[in-house]
């Protein structure tokens, strides 16, 4: 589905050169307290009723069961809204412009995109002992279009998806100045003529 939707906005002679998902230590820092809480659950279920006769038979037994079953319905959408939080934030760099697709919520995308020519400025971010390591920050890109910055958040390897955008948009701005220049020179030869 995602493929058919990203296929929508390359053109024909554009190439993907890179997509871009988020580093995977961030999905893990957002699953870590739900880890902590499917412990919780579990260590309830099991030693709860041991230690609590009362909780061994009857209607307390049901009303335990019962809310251990819906803690872990919910843990299971909250573990459903983080993957697809994750999975479908990407960022897609192709030959001439990034596309920039955010989800957010279940039902709701934003897309964005940034042609090479708008953009003016290229930093990277890297905070924290743990992304130092890891190697993974947020690389902005500031531009002259609508949308004034272009974030792409705890992304792996940030210097080197740095360097590729502004290797790309060297290589747009000399194809540019080529085919104005090919423009003069066949303005020049038509007056000549």
């Given at each position: 589905m995602l493929g058919r939707f990203l296929l929508d906005k390359i053109k024909d002679?554009?190439?993907i050169i890179k997509i871009i998902h988020r580093h995977w230590f961030?999905?893990?820092k957002q699953f870590f307290p739900i880890f902590l809480l499917i412990l919780i659950?579990?260590?309830?279920?099991?030693?709860?009723?041991?230690?609590?006769?009362?909780f061994?038979?009857?209607?307390?037994?049901?009303?335990?069961?019962?809310?251990?079953?819906?803690?872990?319905?919910?843990?299971w959408v909250f573990i459903f809204f983080v993957w697809i939080d994750y999975y479908f934030d990407i960022?897609?760099?192709?030959?001439?412009?990034i596309i920039n697709i955010e989800q957010?919520?279940?039902?709701?995308?934003?897309?964005?995109?940034?042609?090479?020519?708008?953009?003016?400025?290229?930093?990277?971010e890297v905070?924290?002992?743990?992304?130092?390591?890891?190697?993974?920050?947020?690389?902005?890109?500031?531009?002259?279009?609508?949308?004034?910055?272009?974030?792409?958040?705890?992304v792996p390897n940030p210097y080197k998806i740095k360097d590729?955008?502004?290797?790309?948009?060297?290589?747009?701005?000399?194809?540019?100045?080529?085919e104005l220049g090919e423009m003069i020179r066949q303005e020049i030869h038509k007056e000549l003529e």
């Open positions: 002679r554009e190439m961030n999905i893990l659950l579990v260590a309830v279920f099991n030693y709860l009723p041991s230690y609590f006769s009362v061994q038979e009857g209607s307390l037994l049901k009303f335990l069961t019962f809310g251990e079953s819906l803690f872990a319905v919910v843990l960022w897609v760099v192709t030959s001439e412009k957010k919520g279940l039902f709701m995308r934003s897309l964005s995109e940034l042609k090479f020519e708008k953009i003016q400025d290229v930093t990277v905070k924290g002992l743990l992304p130092t390591i890891l190697n993974y920050g947020d690389v902005f890109i500031q531009t002259a279009g609508e949308k004034e910055r272009f974030i792409f958040r705890q590729l955008v502004m290797s790309l948009q060297k290589v747009q701005k000399k194809e540019e100045t080529n």
